[in-house]
């Protein structure tokens, strides 16, 4: 048996928790909560498709397979409902896109998941001469809910403390990390930006992608579907609504801004006419890579040192597969694939 220390209770250090305790090894997560993370904003959405290509994405198959059963799971464990199955209303912009869509729902391998079914209330209630098509086996993670129910876990357990791990505050010895008087075997980073400030973790490929959203008021709009349009609208029931997302690559506030917001609005309104009314606007910041691979391995020179991240936009549908692909990893010396390792940096 082998105790770990987690850094981040985000999605990535909550689901690789639950997978090392499953095996019976000792985990302690620590999290301050004093950052903008994408799980405090997150829509928790998943989408098996990328709109962009039409085309299936990465490992589709199997990370759905593994989503599902870890949700599943984690749902009966912690009795609370955070899983949530609902389809994706992909609006037309022209006839091209509608034709486009037709042509690849014959592809063997994205064809499953485009359906030739449009969805009517999204008909009745945006503007969408061209029409619209749904996306099979897609839904959202309430991911607040989710992370407070698995906190609570955590802490009844013994598994959770909420504090900063400082690198100035870790030691690294041969046959242990100590952090604040306490031994572990590894201490494996889950915290999203700013891991590769680490020591021999300098050379990965992490990089801050802000976004931005907003929770919304909208009266009489009743849809059964997640519409998307460019953005998404993510229906959450009693007239609630979240409205995303934006993304942005540069250097810019960790706060809401006026010109994110105006921007989500005004492509909201051209769709659709109904009186909106803004509840909150929330940012946080998705910690990707320009390979849109996660990251999975050890820092250089320090096998006692991991890392668990870059799961973008995509961290619902990444994180149950990979978690329980790097549990494998630290508890059986499983092979991390090359796709996902740190040594491709």
Same mark, same amino acid.
Request: aromatic residues 10%; contains cysteine; negative net charge.
């Given at each position: 048996?082998?105790?770990?220390?987690?850094? *981040?209770?985000?999605? /990535? *250090?909550?689901?690789?928790?639950? %997978?090392?305790?499953?095996?019976?090894?000792?985990?302690?997560?620590? !999290?301050?909560?004093?950052?903008?993370?994408?799980?405090? =904003?997150?829509?928790?959405?998943?989408? $098996?498709?990328?709109?962009?290509?039409?085309?299936?994405?990465?490992?589709?198959?199997?990370?759905?397979?593994?989503?599902?059963?870890?949700?599943?799971?984690?749902? &009966?464990?912690?009795?609370?409902?955070? @899983?949530?199955?609902?389809?994706?209303?992909?609006?037309?912009?022209?006839?091209?896109? /509608?034709?486009?869509?037709?042509?690849?729902?014959?592809?063997?391998?994205?064809?499953?998941?485009?359906?030739?079914?449009?969805?009517?209330?999204?008909?009745?209630?945006? !503007?969408? $001469?061209?029409?619209?098509?749904?996306?099979?086996?897609?839904?959202?993670?309430? =991911?607040?809910?989710?992370?407070?129910?698995?906190?609570?876990?955590?802490?009844?357990?013994?598994? @959770?403390?909420?504090?900063?791990?400082?690198?100035?505050?870790?030691?690294?010895?041969?046959?242990?990390?100590?952090?604040?008087?306490?031994?572990?075997?590894?201490?494996?980073?889950?915290?999203?930006?700013?891991?590769?400030?680490?020591?021999?973790?300098?050379?990965?490929?992490?990089? $801050?992608?802000? *976004?931005?959203?907003?929770?919304?008021?909208?009266?009489?709009?009743?849809?059964?579907? =997640?519409?998307?349009?460019?953005? @998404?609208?993510?229906?959450?029931?009693?007239?609630?609504?979240?409205? *995303?997302?934006?993304?942005?690559?540069?250097?810019?506030?960790?706060?809401?801004? &006026?010109?994110?917001?105006?921007?989500?609005?005004?492509?909201?309104?051209?769709?659709?006419?109904?009186?909106?009314?803004?509840? %909150?606007?929330?940012?946080? @910041?998705?910690?990707?890579?320009?390979?849109?691979?996660?990251?999975?391995?050890? /820092?250089?020179?320090?096998?006692?040192?991991?890392?668990?991240?870059?799961?973008?936009?995509?961290?619902?549908?990444?994180?149950?597969?990979?978690?329980?692909?790097?549990?494998?990893?630290?508890?059986?010396?499983?092979?991390?694939?090359?796709?996902?390792?740190?040594?491709?940096?």
């Amino acid at each position: 048996m082998s105790k770990y220390l987690i850094v *981040g209770q985000g999605l /990535a *250090g909550t689901l690789l928790a639950f %997978s090392l305790l499953e095996k019976g090894e000792q985990v302690l997560i620590a !999290d301050d909560y004093n950052h903008a993370s994408a799980s405090q =904003v997150a829509a928790g959405m998943w989408n $098996p498709v990328t709109f962009k290509r039409l085309a299936a994405s990465w490992l589709a198959k199997e990370m759905l397979e593994e989503m599902n059963v870890t949700f599943r799971k984690l749902e &009966e464990k912690l009795q609370a409902s955070f @899983f949530h199955s609902l389809p994706v209303a992909r609006i037309f912009n022209s006839i091209q896109d /509608a034709n486009f869509w037709d042509e690849k729902s014959d592809h063997p391998e994205v064809g499953r998941f485009l359906s030739a079914r449009s969805n009517k209330s999204v008909q009745e209630n945006f !503007d969408s $001469p061209f029409g619209n098509s749904e996306v099979n086996e897609c839904g959202w993670l309430n =991911v607040p809910l989710f992370r407070e129910v698995s906190k609570n876990y955590f802490i009844q357990h013994g598994n @959770f403390i909420e504090d900063a791990v400082n690198e100035s505050e870790v030691e690294f010895l041969e046959s242990s990390v100590v952090w604040k008087g306490r031994a572990f075997d590894k201490l494996i980073l889950c915290n999203g930006i700013g891991v590769n400030q680490w020591k021999g973790l300098e050379s990965l490929d992490l990089i $801050p992608n802000h *976004g931005q959203v907003l929770d919304l008021k909208i009266e009489n709009l009743e849809i059964d579907a =997640v519409v998307n349009f460019g953005q @998404f609208l993510l229906p959450f029931g009693n007239e609630k609504f979240r409205l *995303g997302a934006t993304y942005n690559w540069n250097e810019v506030p960790d706060e809401p801004t &006026e010109e994110a917001k105006e921007l989500l609005l005004s492509e909201l309104t051209q769709r659709m006419d109904k009186t909106v009314v803004v509840e %909150s606007h929330k940012t946080g @910041f998705r910690p990707t890579t320009r390979d849109r691979r996660p990251i999975i391995g050890f /820092a250089k020179e320090n096998e006692r040192l991991g890392v668990f991240g870059g799961l973008g936009s995509k961290g619902v549908l990444l994180a149950p597969y990979f978690s329980k692909l790097f549990s494998a990893v630290l508890t059986e010396g499983a092979p991390i694939p090359k796709e996902v390792s740190t040594a491709r940096f």
